[in-house]
T-cell receptor, first 114, second 114 residues
């Protein structure tokens, strides 16, 4: 079974631009969570999607948004990029997002904002 | 509030045993995960504890004491490939159901020397 895939793997943008990142979960997984990882803050939860609905949201500004499609693929969008948005963006999938379920992570998208 | 503490860095010798500690404070504990993350790669699942005690899985074991808000990951017969960051993550019951998330530690960077 193929793992979680994310595209693109690397991205360079300038301040003020917007970016869209894509995540394809493991086949059969319906829960997709997004995280931002930086050296100083570690893994920070952005949001979780299940059945095309945002089920949970972290403490990020409204510039960060996401959506999920009927095939469980998910996208996240960051508008008006800031230098501080430079980070590794990880998505993780699980069957239904249950408390005891393991999350499987994709390789991440490394975003650099100049 | 919610807080997770792990040592920032640890060093050990190939063939030895190392214990990585994690202490946490949550409003309502509902499970603890350990993940391994090699540099530039996605986190991968190692273990899950929800009840007190030791869970053994090959060279890796994880221990939990809910009353003390404490867990450790024990790595035996260390190999060079075990050099990685080890992340502790806690599920908070306060966030169960429709408002759920994992709270992540900053990770412990383990260097295994020959």
């Amino acid at each position: 079974k193929a793992g979680v895939t994310q595209t693109p793997r690397y991205l360079i943008k300038t301040r003020g631009q917007q970016v869209t990142l894509s995540c394809s979960p493991i086949s059969g997984h319906r829960s997709v969570s997004w995280y931002q990882q930086t050296p100083g803050q570690g893994l920070q939860f952005l949001f979780e999607y299940f059945s095309e609905t945002q089920r949970n949201k972290g403490n990020f500004p409204g510039r960060f948004s996401g959506r999920q499609f009927s095939n469980s693929r998910s996208e996240m969008n960051v508008s008006t990029l800031e230098l501080g948005d430079s980070a590794l963006y990880l998505c993780a999938s699980s069957l239904s997002g249950g408390d005891q379920e393991t999350q499987y992570f994709g390789p991440g998208t490394r975003l650099l904002v100049l | 509030g919610q807080n997770i503490d792990q040592p920032t860095e640890m060093t050990a010798t190939e063939g030895a045993i190392v214990q990585i500690n994690c202490t946490y404070q949550t409003s309502g504990f509902n499970g603890l995960f350990w993940y391994q993350q090699h540099a530039g790669e996605a986190p991968t699942f190692l273990s899950y504890n929800v009840l007190d005690g030791l869970e053994e899985k090959g060279r890796f074991s994880s221990f939990l004491s809910r009353s003390k808000g404490y867990s450790y990951l024990l790595l035996k017969e260390l190999q060079m490939k075990d050099s990685a960051s080890y992340l502790c993550a806690v599920r908070d019951r306060l966030y169960a159901g429709n408002n759920r998330k994992l709270i992540w530690g900053l990770g412990t960077s383990l260097a295994v020397n020959p």
